[in-house]
Structures are given as C-alpha cells and as structure tokens.
C-alpha cells in the first residue's frame, strides 16, 4: 500500500513538473489545445490547464508555429530551404569566410539556393559583409540560426 501511494505521488509529481506553469498564465500560447478550447480558457483555469496541457502532450507547437496553423503565427523572416539549411549546415566556414570577405563560391551557392536575383546580389553581399558580427555571433551558431540572421538582413 505504501508502495503504491509512492508510485502514485511521484507520478502526480512527474505530471506537474512535465507541464510549465507558464501554462497556467491567461496565454497559453498557440497550438491544437488553443484551437480546441478557444475562448474558453481565459475564464476557467481549467481549462487554460487543458490547453497548455494539450499542447504539451501533443507538441504540436512547433509544428504550429514552423507551419503558421494552430493559432500560430509563423515569423516572417523564417526561410523553409531544406537545401540552403543543409548546404550552411555542411559548409559553415567556408560561407563565414566569404561573407567576411564580401564575395566566394560558397556565397555565390547559398545566394542560388536563396533564390536571390543576380542584379541584387552584390547589394547582399555587401550587407552581409557589414553585418558579419550580427551573423556569426558567438562561432558556435547552428546552420538555422545563421539562416534566419541572413534573412532578417536581407528580407
């Protein structure tokens, strides 16, 4: 008996601690718990509970937020390029160097994966070259963080 009310605390423990108490606040945030209780949870903590909680056991939030559904709004400056996050991903250094040095190969491919035209890209290089240090923060970013830098710049 004591056995089985230690498995059930910890559970209701696990339970509290899996789900944010952000959860609970009045904005839960988007996703297929915001579409399913809308309007509800702004008067009832249970059910700003039920979202959040759905939201959470589904994940959905990402998918959400990559896709502008559920509720989310999708950011404006998110670039959907499987090949222009998998070429950054491979060839990170050599596209830090060009974009230091304003012009390279590397560049030039991620500017054609980016579908930027040709008559603007030595307006884009240059803005990328001015803006290295607002790219390449840190050196230890991620391909994604690197193309959503570039977006912002030259969105």
């Known amino acids: 008996m004591k056995k089985s009310r230690q498995l059930l605390s910890a559970a209701i423990a696990t339970l509290i601690l899996a789900f944010p108490i952000a959860s609970l606040a009045n904005n839960t945030g988007c996703g ?11 008067d009832s903590l249970v059910f700003q509970v039920l ?11 990402t998918f959400g937020i990559t896709s502008g559904t559920l509720g989310c709004d999708q950011p404006s400056n998110i670039i959907v390029n499987d090949g222009a996050l998998a070429f950054t991903a ?18 030039d491919t991620l500017a054609e994966l980016l579908n930027i035209p040709s008559q603007n890209r030595a307006e884009t290089y240059a803005t990328l070259q001015v803006n290295f240090n607002t790219i390449f923060i840190s050196g230890e970013e991620t391909a994604g963080e690197v193309l959503d830098r570039i977006s912002i710049l030259i969105l």
């Open 90 to 107: 491979d060839n990170m250094d050599l596209i830090a160097r060009d974009i230091a040095s304003g012009e390279g190969e590397s560049l």
């Open 51 to 61: 979202q959040g909680t759905t939201n959470n056991i589904f994940g959905n939030q």
């Open 32 to 42: 297929l718990g915001t579409v399913l209780w809308e309007g509800k949870s702004d």
